[in-house]
């Protein structure tokens, strides 16, 4: 018996412009915990903090346009950026005054020569929790960007936390429990 993958995507994501940008995946078989292999509390509020400095990894390329993919997974060091900086920054870059960041994304870098960029889609943004910088906890997802490692222009991630009601409903639905992910 091969083992079943259910993908859930969030019922308003919109491909479009990318909001609502997440899914859930529910596997039949438990993944083996191991050295490489962890988990990671999912933020429980949308992260309004934006003090500290947050942590991304992925696969992707060096560069935008040039650049193989990883085979060593690359991590790197990443400030949180308000949303009005954010949205500024974005407006500046090439988006235009009339651009509005919807509230399903939180944004993060900004700094040259540091950044997410292509194939790093769906990595995990984590942070430390508020009040305890030795825990941390999933913030956000690599979502989308204008271009990769310029100064002023942050990426664009998923705020995780304003989607716990619906993560909560769909794992409930699936007969797992919530608490296993919180990080309270």
């Known amino acids: 018996m091969s083992p079943k993958t259910h993908i859930i995507i969030h019922p308003k994501y919109n491909p479009a412009s990318l909001r609502n940008d997440i899914a859930l995946l529910i596997l039949d078989v438990p993944f083996k915990l191991t050295d490489n292999v962890g988990?990671?509390?999912?933020?429980?509020?949308?992260?309004?903090?934006?003090?500290?400095?947050?942590?991304?990894?992925?696969?992707?390329?060096?560069?935008?346009?040039k650049g193989t993919y990883q085979s060593i997974l690359k991590k790197l060091e990443l400030p949180l950026v308000s949303k009005d900086q954010c949205l500024?920054?974005?407006?500046?870059?090439?988006?235009?005054?009339?651009?509005?960041?919807?509230?399903?994304?939180?944004?993060?870098?900004?700094?040259?020569?540091?950044?997410?960029c292509k194939g790093d889609g769906?990595?995990?943004?984590?942070?430390?929790?508020?009040?305890?910088?030795?825990?941390?906890?999933?913030?956000?997802?690599?979502?989308?960007?204008?271009?990769?490692?310029?100064?002023?222009?942050?990426?664009?991630?998923?705020?995780?936390?304003?989607?716990n009601d619906w993560i909560d409903r769909t794992v409930e639905s699936y007969g797992f429990s919530p608490n296993v992910y919180k990080s309270d």
Not at 39 to 63: D, M, P, Y
Not at 151 to 156: F, I, L, R
Request: aromatic letters at 10%; glycine letters at 14%.
């Open 88 to 116: 500024s920054s974005l407006q500046q870059a090439r988006l235009g005054p009339f651009f509005q960041l919807h509230e399903s994304f939180i944004c993060a870098g900004g700094e040259a020569n540091k950044d997410t």
């Open 39 to 65: 988990l990671i509390c999912l933020s429980q509020r949308e992260r309004q903090n934006v003090e500290g400095t947050c942590v991304a990894t992925g696969w992707g390329k060096n560069s935008y346009r």
């Open 122 to 163: 769906g990595s995990p943004l984590i942070c430390p929790v508020i009040g305890n910088s030795n825990k941390f906890e999933q913030v956000g997802i690599v979502s989308w960007g204008l271009t990769c490692g310029v100064q002023n222009t942050p990426g664009v991630y998923v705020n995780v936390g304003i989607f």
